[in-house]
């Protein structure tokens, strides 16, 4: 029997901050094509790691800003980086740094763990985010590009598309994730179904839909505007 070896300081810090990274240049370089970035892009990459796509985002986007979580990674990309002038390293909570105020994009290897609280905090349409190209569970992947069955899901839909992109093995990175991953395409709807400053408004209405409750605190003109909003997407959603 093979003898298992034995686990690094590294391994454990990836593991406990819930990160699987790439370990092929090749695939970083198609997630950077199929993400489109362009020269003049200002790209946010959570999770950067070790940098292998950092690197690459660093060859086509006009800044990149390298968010990582862990200090000793931090480090690391701190030293890879230091002379190359698009990319800015910063060390800190993806959930809490201060996101940029003009418009960006996100294409990040997300830390599988914690891509739901990622989603909640870039979806918010207040915010610049344009689009984001994000590596997670492939089932998690298909369930956001699906239909919305969640209130979650069905309360970004008015301001943001979902589409799958590639699938990707588990192989393709490390340490080894139990399971596949896939590519979250979102992109900013360039006509909204309602103004960005709806959307906690709308949130709250949606979670009433799905828990049976009745929206309070609205006039008949405004659940009716909320309400429409709903049926435009739930529509526009169904198969043909």
Do not use: C
Request: aromatic share 8%; charged share 30%; net charge positive.
């Amino acid at each position: 029997m093979r003898e298992r070896r034995a686990r690094t300081p590294r391994d454990a810090r990836r593991r406990a901050h819930g990160q699987n990274l790439l370990a092929s240049r090749a695939l970083a370089r198609q997630l950077v094509d199929d993400a489109g970035v362009r020269s003049d892009d200002l790209v946010v990459e959570i999770g950067a790691g070790t940098g292998l796509l950092t690197s690459e985002l660093a060859r086509r986007a006009g800044a990149v800003l390298a968010v990582e979580l862990d200090s000793a990674f931090a480090e690391q990309l701190r030293r890879r980086f230091a002379a190359h002038e698009r990319v800015t390293v910063i060390e800190g909570d993806a959930l809490r740094i201060a996101l940029p105020r003009q418009p960006f994009r996100v294409v990040a290897n997300v830390p599988f763990n914690a891509s739901t609280a990622i989603l909640q905090r870039l979806l918010d349409p207040m915010l610049g985010l344009e689009r984001a190209d994000l590596v997670l569970q492939w089932e998690v992947a298909r369930k956001r590009a699906g239909r919305p069955r969640s209130a979650l899901s069905a309360s970004w839909a008015p301001w943001w598309r979902f589409r799958l992109g590639r699938r990707i093995p588990s192989a393709a990175f490390r340490p080894r994730p139990a399971v596949a991953a896939g590519v979250l395409v979102v992109e900013r709807r360039r006509a909204p179904f309602l103004p960005p400053e709806s959307f906690e408004e709308y949130a709250r209405f949606v979670r009433s839909l799905y828990d049976g409750s009745l929206a309070r605190g609205l006039d008949g003109a405004r659940w009716a505007e909320l309400f429409g909003a709903w049926d435009s997407f739930q529509t526009r959603s169904r198969p043909t």
